[in-house]
Nanobody
Framework: QVQLVESGGGLVQPGGSLRLSCAASGIAFSIYHLGWYRQAPGKQRELVVLVTSGGIINYADSVKGRSTISRDNANNTLTLQMNSLKPDDTAVYYC?????????WGQGTQVTVSS
C-alpha cells in the first residue's frame, strides 16, 4: 500500500519559517519524481516545487529564493523548507510522487500565514 504522509504545517506569522516533510512508503522512492503542490481556498492546485528522480529542481516563481526542497532517498523523505512566509502562502500543501503510469498524492497539511 502506497502512503505519502505530510507533516509540519501550522500557523506561522508573516516572515516566519516552516519545514514540511513527506514520508513515503510502499514505493521505490528513488525512481519517482517528487513535488510539493498547494491549494488555497477558491483556487486551483498549483505546483510549488518539483524535484526529478535525477535531482533536477524547478521552483515556482512565487517561492523561488524563499524555499528549499530536498529529497532523502535513503529514508524515503521529501522536505520543503519555507522562509519569509507571506499570507499568500496560506494553503493546503500536498506531496506528490509520480512516474509513468503511477501518480500518488498525500492527504495534505495546512499552512496558515497570519498575524
Amino acid at each position: 500500500q502506497v502512503q505519502l504522509v505530510e507533516s509540519g504545517g501550522g500557523l506561522v506569522q508573516p516572515g516566519g519559517s516552516l519545514r514540511l516533510s513527506c514520508a513515503a512508503s510502499g514505493i521505490a522512492f528513488s525512481i519517482y519524481h517528487l513535488g510539493w503542490y498547494r491549494q488555497a481556498p477558491g483556487k486551483q492546485r498549483e505546483l510549488v516545487v518539483l524535484v526529478t528522480s535525477g535531482g533536477i529542481i524547478n521552483y515556482a516563481d512565487s517561492v523561488k529564493g524563499r524555499s528549499t526542497i530536498s529529497r532523502d532517498n535513503a529514508n524515503n523523505t521529501l522536505t520543503l523548507q519555507m522562509n519569509s512566509l507571506k499570507p499568500d502562502d496560506t494553503a493546503v500543501y500536498y506531496c506528490r510522487a509520480f512516474k509513468v503510469a503511477r501518480d500518488y498524492w498525500g492527504q495534505g497539511t495546512q499552512v496558515t500565514v497570519s498575524s
